[in-house]
């Protein structure tokens, strides 16, 4: 099954393989079930983007 944020950004998407501790295998498929998440790509491309933008704000860097 195709979930429609893979959808919508396939083009400059590409494609790995990750590991994931079981507590946060857990949780991510909890929040997908509730539907905070469409998706276990969508759940890692939010967690990486916020990541790196807290980076950056503590850093004093921008983003683009």
Same mark, same amino acid.
């Given at each position: 099954?195709? &979930?429609?944020y893979?959808? /919508? /950004?396939?083009? +400059?998407?590409?494609?790995?393989?990750i590991?994931?501790?079981?507590? #946060?295998?857990? +949780?991510?498929?909890?929040?997908?079930?509730? #539907?905070?998440?469409?998706?276990?790509? &969508?759940?890692?491309?939010?967690?990486?983007?916020?990541?790196?933008?807290?980076?950056?704000?503590?850093?004093?860097?921008?983003?683009?």
């Amino acid at each position: 099954m195709t &979930h429609r944020y893979t959808e /919508c /950004c396939r083009f +400059w998407m590409r494609r790995l393989q990750i590991t994931l501790e079981d507590d #946060l295998y857990e +949780w991510v498929t909890k929040e997908i079930k509730e #539907l905070r998440f469409g998706s276990y790509t &969508h759940a890692i491309n939010y967690a990486l983007k916020k990541l790196r933008d807290d980076i950056f704000k503590e850093s004093g860097k921008r983003t683009s």
